[in-house]
């Protein structure tokens, strides 16, 4: 034979022998071409259909999978969920429901090749017929039954409930004067705390900064009114703001005039005086500001010595703001031994006869009181008149002296200040 049998034409074969038929060559070539061939899936064990089912199976299920996986953004509600599931179930059975092939004929189960089979004849086509009953049917597999549960393997996330933390500005603080030409420097007042997702925003006179944290620093460099905003953003949401107005103020012209005094009660003394004072605080220093630094816009202020002096104005503002001038000054000390007589001639004819004080006749006291002493200490010479002179003799009225004297002269004002000079005179 041409074709290798198969069990089931093996059987035939060995019943037609049974009943003592005998078959030529080209009688055996009559029942071969009567029975339908095999098709191309009935030369496979059932195990490996099976397998290729499976495969199929998991191929459509991964397909299926992926068509109707939600998106890493979407939200799927539960009903949603099984809304989708009921598509996914009905595709699935599809898919699973295998195509009738087209090239095999219908056949029996095995249990059919235990069957008698009636031939008359060797020639007839009933015979083939029963040959082709006896090819056993290969068992049929349910993809539905062996089909696997779709798992999604995109997690559903509800949708976020969780309320923004709550962060509010109490206030913005000016943390030092504004000035012109100066920078500004500010903070917010926070009731809560800032996260990572949150930032603050600041404006000036609507001109964002490049700042972002709870402190700003920004150089003022106009005078004149200013707004200063502070925003906070969370999650790209604004939350919380608050602003303050302030007022830059410009340079004020900063100067003074000064005046050396020459009065017997502010000798070693000048008078300082700003020029056009504002309101403010003046604080005057020589070198260094200290403590016990004069303040006021007109002041008197007393040197020990004569000579050039570098004097600072510092002047601050109502607002804080701080401007200093310096100026040279020039101390000059009138009431000097210079400008009191040393000597006097009392009996020379009316020229230089009296010792007389005449730079503190200038002035008028409260109180005034000479004495003139030998160099033993014995007082020749008191008064308390401005205007009297001495003449050389004891007491202006006895006799005449000679020699070298001491002289000391105690003032005093209406103020109640005093002050005492005092040097030494000779008779020649």
């Not at 295998?98 to 004849?121: G, H, L, R």
């Not at 000048?270 to 006021?296: C, I």
């Not at 003449?391 to 020699?403: F, H, I, K, P, Q």
């Amino acid at each position: 034979m041409k074709n290798k049998l198969s069990p089931e034409e093996q059987l035939l074969h060995s019943k037609l022998n049974e009943n003592q038929f005998t078959y030529q060559e080209s009688d055996w070539a009559q029942i071969e071409s009567t029975v339908a061939k095999k098709s191309f899936w009935a030369n496979y064990s059932p195990f490996f259909k099976a397998a290729v089912a499976f495969v199929v199976l998991g191929a459509a299920v991964y397909l299926v999978n992926q068509r109707y996986q939600p998106s890493a953004e979407a939200t799927v509600q539960p009903t949603e969920k099984k809304q989708l599931e009921q598509p996914k179930k009905t595709e699935i059975e599809k898919l699973s429901t295998p195509e009738p092939d087209e090239t095999s004929e219908p056949v029996t189960n095995k249990s059919a090749s235990t069957s008698s089979v009636e031939t008359t004849s060797p020639n007839q086509s009933a015979t083939g017929k029963a040959a082709t009953n006896l090819i056993k049917q290969p068992p049929q597999t349910d993809l539905r039954e062996s089909s696997t549960p779709i798992m999604n393997n995109s997690e559903t996330k509800e949708p976020s409930t969780s309320t923004l933390p709550t962060i509010d500005i109490k206030e913005i603080k000016i943390l030092n004067a504004p000035c012109l030409n100066e920078t500004l420097r500010a903070e917010i007042d926070v009731n809560g705390d800032l996260t990572k997702n949150s930032f603050v925003e600041w404006k000036l006179n609507g001109k964002t900064l490049k700042f972002e944290g709870t402190t700003v620093n920004v150089e003022l460099k106009q005078p004149g009114d200013y707004l200063l905003e502070a925003a906070i953003y969370q999650e790209q949401k604004r939350i919380s703001d608050k602003s303050i107005n302030f007022k830059v103020e410009n340079k004020v012209n900063l100067d003074f005039s000064y005046e050396n005094l020459s009065t017997p009660f502010n000798d070693k003394k000048v008078k300082l005086t700003v020029s056009e004072p504002l309101e403010g605080t003046y604080t005057w220093f020589e070198n260094k500001r200290t403590k016990e630094s004069p303040v006021g816009n007109e002041i008197e202020w007393g040197f020990n010595t004569e000579g050039t002096r570098n004097i600072t104005l510092e002047y601050t503002s109502a607002m804080g703001c701080v401007q200093q001038h310096t100026k040279e000054v020039e101390m000059d000390i009138f009431f000097t031994p210079l400008v009191f007589p040393n000597a006097f001639t009392p009996y020379n004819g009316g020229n230089n006869d009296v010792f007389e004080l005449n730079v503190l006749k200038q002035h008028s006291y409260t109180s005034y009181e000479l004495i003139i002493q030998d160099i033993n200490g014995n007082t020749v010479y008191k008064s308390i008149n401005v205007q009297d002179n001495w003449n050389g003799r004891l007491n202006n009225t006895g006799e005449t002296l000679s020699g070298k004297f001491s002289w000391a002269v105690k003032l005093q004002n209406n103020q109640g200040k005093t002050t005492t000079f005092q040097g030494k005179v000779q008779i020649l």
